[in-house]
């Protein structure tokens, strides 16, 4: 069997010829260059599986290469060398495209850990498993070539969208499509988790660490050891949790409870919120450091009524996928059920849409769903009035006065709808777009 290959790039003879001689040692055929321009011609003259580049050279950088795989070698994992705790420069060069990235001083184990885990790739099989993320939709497309771009990354990828919108199933899909598919995926709902036991249940325990620990556990960021870890909800997690997660992902190890020393992890770490995590920052209930470090990448999951066209496409498909569990076969949809979905407007997005076609096919007779078989709920839930505070004191003109109090509301209704601006427009009594004109005119975007 042929040996894979790797490029090494770096100007300094001593540091080539260490990661020759480790690479050597892992039965890999190593070959090296002193700069950027070497670097291209041996990359665009060979078949090469893996590059791995220093970030100073005397003719550019290691971005500039990693800029330029992406447009012509888009199918070789690259992973950059960094100075010891240039964290900035890291991860800009995630954000690029870079596959990984390491710091000097060279931990060797780490490196070997690296190289095998990227290595993967070229030989993982198109397609995710038969996970599947339906739409034909502009944005949909767009999320679609996200993931892709990602799942040969090991950056941390944050994945924002409302509550229903499918996060999940993007975090599946980046984990599926990556070199770390054959190995677990665990998913961790942060908000599920009372505060008092999170520690316990993320990074473990030692038998004997405190009352009712009576057997040693793992952990569920171990659990997911050589594969991915989600953390759903992030944004509920405490302070004090985002702290000891911040330190996991810097040092790449946890400290189980009762503990004292670190275990090392490896790890990719996916999350998602439906919550604001910027805005949460801003109000010092999410550790900004944290959030950069979670953020490196972002995908955005667009709620349903901004996918145009996906309705019927989604509801077909989830048809054919409910039915034979419900023991039934070829059930269609008509256009008259077709043109009532495409008119709702799905504040609970994918998953109230699927509510909807479970309860129609329990209805429908003849194998046949009908406008009358789809109950959906045409009308906001009734809630609370909105309570608004009187005029500002004092002279301030009438106008400013009033667009203050507007201003209170709309924010009242967001965080009231837990930002969802379809239910926010009904609790206040006017059009969708009449509330995104106003947070449009008021700077609340």
């Not at 999410?286 to 990448?297: A, G, K, Q, S, T």
């Not at 709620?303 to 077909?316: C, H, K, N, S, V």
Request: aromatic share 4%; proline share 6%.
């Amino acid at each position: 069997m042929e040996r894979p290959t790797v490029l090494i790039v770096d100007d300094e003879p001593d540091i080539r010829e260490l990661l020759s001689m480790t690479l050597e040692g892992m039965d890999i055929e190593p070959d090296t260059a002193g700069d950027v321009s070497e670097a291209k011609a041996k990359l665009e003259a060979g078949d090469f599986h893996f590059c791995l580049t220093d970030m100073r050279l005397p003719d550019g950088d290691g971005l500039d290469l990693v800029k330029w795989m992406q447009r012509h070698l888009p199918g070789v994992p690259v992973a950059v060398i960094t100075a010891h705790g240039n964290v900035e420069a890291a991860v800009k060069a995630l954000k690029l495209g870079a596959y990984d990235f390491v710091s000097k001083p060279l931990n060797v184990k780490d490196l070997r850990k690296l190289v095998n885990t990227a290595l993967k790739i070229r030989g993982e099989q198109s397609g995710a498993n038969g996970t599947e993320l339906v739409g034909s939709s502009p944005a949909m497309k767009q999320v679609r070539s996200l993931i892709a771009k990602v799942a040969r990354s090991q950056a941390p990828v944050h994945i924002s969208g409302e509550s229903g919108t499918g996060k999940e199933l993007v975090a599946r899909l980046i984990h599926e499509s990556g070199p770390r598919s054959g190995q677990p995926f665990v998913p961790v709902n942060c908000g599920a988790i009372p505060s008092e036991l999170m520690e316990s249940e993320l990074f473990g325990h030692r038998k004997g660490s405190f009352t009712g620990a009576t057997e040693d556990k793992r952990g569920l960021i171990r659990s997911a050891e050589g594969g991915t870890l989600f953390l759903d909800e992030i944004g509920d997690l405490p302070l004090h949790m985002q702290v000891k997660l911040l330190r996991v992902l810097q040092e790449r190890a946890v400290r189980p409870v009762g503990e004292t020393a670190e275990v090392p992890v490896d790890v990719r770490f996916l999350s998602a919120s439906h919550r604001d995590l910027a805005a949460l920052v801003a109000r010092g209930e999410f550790r900004e450091d944290l959030f950069y470090r979670i953020n490196v990448i972002e995908i955005h999951v667009p709620p349903l009524r901004e996918r145009d066209g996906d309705i019927a496409e989604l509801a077909t498909h989830i048809v054919r996928r409910l039915a034979p569990r419900m023991g039934m076969d070829d059930v269609t949809l008509t256009p008259a059920a077709l043109k009532r979905l495409s008119r709702h407007p799905f504040p609970g997005n994918v998953r109230e849409l699927e509510n909807a076609l479970e309860r129609a096919l329990t209805l429908c007779e003849d194998r046949r769903i009908d406008a009358a078989d789809i109950q959906l709920r045409e009308d906001a839930p009734p809630g609370p009035r909105l309570q608004v505070e009187a005029p500002l004191p004092g002279d301030a003109p009438l106008g400013s006065q009033l667009e203050e109090i507007e201003r209170e509301a709309i924010v009242k209704a967001l965080e009231q709808t837990r930002y969802n601006k379809t239910a926010a427009a009904k609790l206040l009594g006017i059009s969708f777009r009449a509330l995104r004109y106003r947070i449009k005119k008021l700077g609340l975007e």
